[in-house]
């Protein structure tokens, strides 16, 4: 079984057991789980279900390794550099997105 699901404008398609870095988002910190209602599309090999856009009553749950704190983790450094030609004019600057990651639980449908 696998779901297509949408969080922070991205779509991921998921199955029990994966683990994904979604975009951060708040969370109590004593939370175990986190619901992740934004599900497009679920498919059990048999039937499929398809939301316009999303579907009703369709969740994933999701559950962190150990904290929620802890379960935060940084993405690749990007350095973009801006240059206008014959100016003498240049700026680089740098970037490191964080992420929320998670191990999907349960789809529910």
Do not use: E, T, W, Y
């Given at each position: 079984m696998y779901?297509?699901?949408e969080q922070g404008g991205k779509q991921y398609k998921v199955s029990q057991g994966d683990v994904i870095d979604i975009e951060l988002t708040e969370v109590a910190a004593d939370a175990k789980t986190i619901e992740?209602?934004?599900v497009l599309?679920?498919?059990d090999g048999e039937k499929v279900q398809v939301g316009t856009p999303y579907l009703?009553?369709?969740k994933v749950?999701?559950?962190f390794k150990v904290t929620a704190e802890d379960a935060v983790v940084k993405g690749p450094k990007?350095?973009?550099t801006y240059l206008r030609r014959r100016k003498n004019s240049a700026k680089r600057i740098g970037h490191?997105?964080?992420y929320?990651?998670?191990i999907i639980d349960s789809i529910d449908a």
């Open positions: 779901a297509v699901i992740l209602d934004k599309f679920v498919s009703d009553g369709a749950v999701a559950s990007l350095n973009p490191r997105q964080k929320l990651q998670v």
